[in-house]
């Protein structure tokens, strides 16, 4: 009998661990959906334009409108093209714009997966997606795509540098690699963006260059390589890259809101939900409004700001916070020692 009612509950809680992650990644659609929408809308404000307004009351429906269009549309595969590749490579974007969603919390009592490394996880999953636009150039045969696929893998891996460096300082403040733990912090003391305001305008910029959006839209510059490494693509596959790069500005935005504006924290609020969703809009009108007023820089210019400010100012940073924090007597580098050892102490909630 024991047996039968351990069996039926832990039945119970994969039915609702399947729920709660299907709801999540509708959620996550439909946000995506109508961020594409209020870029349309923001942009043409800023151009004086109307946007999108036929479809639906005030354009409303313009987003499924695109979406059915991309759908029913023909996929035109290259006959010269590496054809499991070239399927592979949005799928594989896809798949881990999505999955790195798993970690984020909306608040302390709402999430999917909570374990000790999932800022780490997150960088992980930043890191694994350079190769789905490396095999989406590579495999469409094409010098346009070849192109913008090398010049994407470079720029990401410099500015992922650039951001696994920024996050150290934020690490020796929280003594944890727990985006929970970060965020609790934060709601006790507070909000990172405050004593570490430079790094987190250069954090700001980083996830610019690291999400391909303007101004270092290089691999998908029009006037030089047509649309980069995604230029074969078309139909459903092209809508895959499409979703995961809007899936990675607003996992970007939620991941500046939970290490510098403190994630759901904002005075004992009863509604969390509701106060991240702000915060993540407000980045996010930030990434539209950039693209909007700012113009492309060159790639020589693009790598010199990592490689020769970032990278330096970073660093010493990093020096300068550390040696504050230990002589001020009040460190969190004593309770990193698991950052050494996880092998050890954390792989098993994972």
Excluded at 182 to 189: A, E, G, P
């Amino acid at each position: 009998m024991f047996l039968f009612f351990n069996i039926q509950f832990i039945f119970l809680n994969q039915f609702e661990s399947l729920i709660l992650t299907v709801f999540s990644l509708i959620t996550l659609l439909i946000s995506i959906a109508y961020f594409t929408l209020a870029e349309r809308k923001i942009i043409a404000s800023v151009q004086r334009r109307l946007g999108p307004q036929i479809i639906g009351f005030y354009g409303l429906l313009q987003p499924l409108a695109d979406g059915l269009k991309l759908i029913f549309k023909e996929i035109i595969i290259p006959s010269v093209s590496n054809k499991k590749l070239f399927f592979l490579a949005p799928l594989l974007t896809l798949f881990l714009s999505f999955n790195a969603w798993i970690v984020i919390p909306n608040s302390f009592d709402s999430y999917l997966v909570d374990f000790n490394l999932s800022l780490l996880y997150i960088l992980m999953i930043s890191s694994i997606g350079v190769y789905s636009i490396l095999l989406a150039g590579w495999s469409s045969n094409s010098k346009y795509a070849l192109l913008g696929g090398l010049r994407s893998v470079s720029q990401m891996i410099s500015y992922e540098v650039a951001i696994s460096l920024l996050i150290i300082p934020i690490l020796f403040f929280s003594g944890s690699l727990n985006l929970l733990d970060i965020v609790y912090v934060q709601s006790k003391s507070i909000w990172y963006v405050f004593p570490l305001l430079p790094l987190s305008l250069i954090f700001f910029i980083s996830i610019l260059a690291e999400t391909n959006r303007s101004p270092f839209d290089l691999p998908e510059a029009e006037a030089e390589l047509v649309a980069g490494y995604n230029i074969e693509y078309s139909s459903i596959l092209f809508a895959m890259f499409f979703l995961g790069e809007y899936g990675n500005i607003l996992l970007m935005s939620s991941l500046f809101v939970i290490l510098f504006l403190g994630g759901h924290d904002c005075y004992n609020s009863i509604f969390p939900e509701f106060i991240f969703s702000l915060k993540i809009s407000i980045i996010s009108f930030l990434f539209i409004f950039v693209r909007a007023n700012v113009p492309r820089y060159r790639f020589d210019q693009l790598m010199i700001l990592c490689w020769k400010v970032f990278l330096p100012v970073t660093l010493g940073f990093i020096f300068f916070s550390s040696g504050l924090l230990i002589a001020c007597n009040g460190s969190k580098l004593k309770q990193l020692h698991f950052f050494f050892n996880f092998y050890e102490t954390n792989l098993h909630t994972l």
